[in-house]
């Protein structure tokens, strides 16, 4: 018996509930992805015993030379899967990495420009119930009729008003962004230009979607999303401003470090330098444009017109079904996606119009063209049939021979 069997029977119930639930289910969450086996036993070891507060040879605390190891490999090697001056490992999360740029370039009322949620953009972004939103004058940009951001628009609001911060970068939005845009209308208005590449940091360390570190002052990420590692955060920034981050890390934002993250992070990144982290990434990308050829097929309309990242919104309008209702169906169907607004969505934020689906998960269980293509069938199928018990059944027996086929841990 498992040692968490033993000790806590109950949580290892929900454990072992939610590793079925992760390798039984098709996972089309965007956000989400599998860390591989050794990115959870690092996040499992006597790191999490220990204080470090401070950073490698510069700690509050004794004891830390083991420690200090593992951050300064977690360091080198974000350095250099993007081409980074600086790095700090230490962001507990993405949210906490943006706030600790704010916390570092911002006061209370200045102007920050970035992209509306509605539209794509993340609520840390400047959304008005968000620190963000409440804090400063959080200003935002959307999309053009072509739903591609409108940089036009971005730019006449940048001139407009002379924001401290432009920040690129989204949750729900498929197409390349043009970095040197921002960073150029940043120069001219004297900003600084911060980019959270949170989704899209997998795809962008493999060189498959444009790498923001060249263009930008201050980088943010997670590192469990499409870079596939343990949930937190990374800032990466030009040597000009590691003094300023780092400060506003620690002692400005947080307390310890969460060393056995960090050992779990270096892992990860560890990985993605890796030659095969390259052909999964080129993976995600053919999987993601294979299912949104195949739902458009299928009379879908995704949102932009196509995909070329991990992601794609699908308008499900023509299907005459909710969001809300789509995720619950698709659930039953065991798979997993979010319900999520598209441009100029008639329903409210709980029900909208549309989906987000994302090829990570998917990917890294090893689906590959024809298993992407049939999921996207499978999709379309309950997606035009939600009220079909017998056909829900279908679609869940084929789920489960696809993920019986691709197991995730075995
Ligand atoms: N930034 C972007 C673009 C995101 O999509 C997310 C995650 O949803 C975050 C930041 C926040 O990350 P976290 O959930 O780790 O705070």
Request: aromatic content about 6%.
């Given at each position: 018996r498992h040692l968490i069997?033993?000790?806590?029977?109950?949580?290892?119930?929900?454990?072992q509930a939610e590793h079925a639930r992760q390798e039984q289910h098709i996972e089309l969450i965007a956000s989400e992805n599998y860390a591989s086996p050794a990115v959870l036993a690092a996040q499992g070891t006597q790191l999490t015993n220990k204080y470090a507060e401070g950073y490698p040879g510069k700690r509050y605390y004794g004891g830390c030379e083991h420690v200090d190891v593992a951050e300064q490999l977690a360091i080198d090697r974000v350095k250099q899967l993007f081409g980074a001056d600086a790095a700090n490992v230490q962001p507990h999360c993405g949210a906490s990495a943006n706030e600790a740029v704010f916390l570092a370039f911002l006061k209370p009322?200045?102007?920050?420009?970035?992209?509306?949620?509605?539209?794509?953009?993340?609520?840390?972004?400047?959304?008005?119930?968000?620190?963000?939103?409440?804090?400063?004058?959080?200003?935002?940009?959307?999309?053009?009729a072509d739903e591609?951001?409108?940089?036009?628009?971005?730019?006449?609001?940048?001139?407009?008003?002379?924001p401290k911060l432009i920040i690129a970068g989204a949750s729900a939005y498929s197409l390349r962004i043009d970095f040197e845009r921002f960073a150029r209308i940043a120069k001219e208005v004297g900003a600084i230009f911060m980019v959270?590449?949170?989704?899209?940091?997998?795809?962008?360390?493999?060189?498959?979607?444009?790498?923001?570190?060249?263009?930008?002052?201050?980088?943010?990420?997670?590192?469990?999303?499409?870079?596939?590692?343990?949930?937190?955060?990374?800032?990466?920034?030009?040597?000009?401003?590691?003094?300023?981050i780092n400060s506003a890390i620690f002692p400005g934002l947080q307390g310890g470090p969460l060393m056995?993250?960090?050992?779990?992070?270096?892992?990860?990144?560890?990985?993605a330098l890796q030659p095969e982290f390259k052909l999964y990434q080129q993976q995600v990308l053919r999987n993601a444009q294979i299912m949104a050829q195949t739902l458009t097929e299928r009379g879908l309309r995704i949102v932009?017109?196509?995909?070329?990242?991990?992601?794609?919104?699908?308008?499900?309008?023509?299907?005459?079904?909710t969001g809300k209702e789509a995720e619950a169906v698709l659930g039953r169907a065991h798979m997993t996606i979010n319900k999520n607004a598209i441009p100029n969505d008639p329903e409210k934020p709980m029900v909208t119009s549309g989906v987000r689906i994302g090829t990570p998960a998917l990917t890294t269980r090893g689906f590959k063209?024809?298993?992407?293509?049939?999921?996207?069938?499978?999709?379309?199928?309950v997606l035009d049939h939600p009220r079909d018990e017998a056909r829900?059944?279908?679609?869940?027996?084929?789920?489960?021979?696809?993920?019986?086929?691709?197991?995730?841990?075995?």
């Open positions: 069997e033993q000790s806590d029977p109950e949580i290892w119930a929900a454990i009322g200045d102007t920050i420009l970035g992209m509306s949620l509605a539209e794509g953009g993340h609520l840390t972004h400047g959304m008005a119930l968000n620190m963000s939103g409440k804090w400063f004058n959080a200003i935002s940009y959307g999309l053009n591609a951001i409108d940089y036009e628009a971005m730019e006449a609001k940048a001139r407009a008003h002379r959270d590449m949170a989704h899209y940091a997998g795809l962008i360390a493999a060189g498959v979607y444009p790498n923001p570190v060249p263009y930008a002052d201050v980088v943010t990420s997670t590192t469990h999303k499409s870079l596939r590692g343990p949930r937190g955060g990374i800032i990466l920034m030009k040597a000009e401003f590691e003094k300023a056995h993250v960090i050992a779990a992070k270096a892992v990860a990144f560890k990985e932009s017109g196509r995909t070329e990242s991990h992601v794609m919104l699908v308008d499900l309008r023509a299907k005459g079904i063209d024809e298993e992407a293509r049939l999921t996207a069938n499978l999709v379309a199928d829900l059944e279908a679609v869940r027996a084929q789920v489960h021979a696809l993920t019986t086929r691709f197991p995730v841990y075995g």
